[in-house]
């Protein structure tokens, strides 16, 4: 498929959310309990200060929207709108600190042909050209063989706080800046 991307805007965001829905249900059903499911939707979603910030990015085919993700140069590591206590949107350091890969989906129609992969790459080579010499990410199940793939390791797991923890895993990756 001939997969293109741009900048998202804030008109995006009805699809955007309709997308995250989707790929937070089909997707994550392999590798948690439905009430895991159900949970993560409180610590996952879109961050609009990503589309505001001009580091969110959708890849289209033919019109469809097919997957979306981002970067920043802010502390916040995941978590939506709604998830206000895991916001921080402190700037980071290039110098000392890792950007940030963020809310990365796909729709379920387009798993494995490349849209995440093409994400990765177009964020990472923002995040190098703003001088940033790491990428950190907070992963889902889901995705960690996507990550792990395409050269991000493991720093940590966690399991978010609530009444039905989610397991998700912190991970990084050198960005081989020269």
Not at 10 to 33: E, H, K, Y
Not at 144 to 152: F, N, Q, T, V
């Amino acid at each position: 498929m001939n997969f293109t991307h741009r900048v998202a805007v804030a008109a995006d965001i009805p699809a955007i959310s309709a997308l995250m829905a989707r790929a937070i249900s089909a997707l994550q059903r392999d590798f948690l309990t439905p009430a895991q499911v159900e949970a993560s939707r409180a610590v996952m979603g879109l961050d609009t200060q990503l589309i505001a910030d001009g580091t969110y990015l959708l890849v289209e085919v033919e019109g469809r929207l097919a997957g979306c993700g981002g970067w920043s140069r802010r502390a916040t590591l995941y978590g939506g709108d709604h998830s206000t206590a895991l916001r921080d949107a402190a700037l980071l350091d290039p110098a000392r600190d890792a950007a940030r890969i963020r809310a990365m989906y796909t729709d379920p129609d387009f798993t494995r042909q490349g849209v995440g992969r093409l994400v990765l790459s177009v964020c990472e080579a923002a995040a190098r050209d703003a001088r940033f010499a790491r990428a950190e990410m907070m992963a889902t199940l889901a995705g960690e063989p996507l990550y792990r793939a395409c050269g991000y390791l493991p720093i940590e797991r966690i399991e978010t706080s609530g009444d039905v923890p989610v397991p998700m895993i912190r991970m990084g990756k050198d960005l081989g800046r020269t």
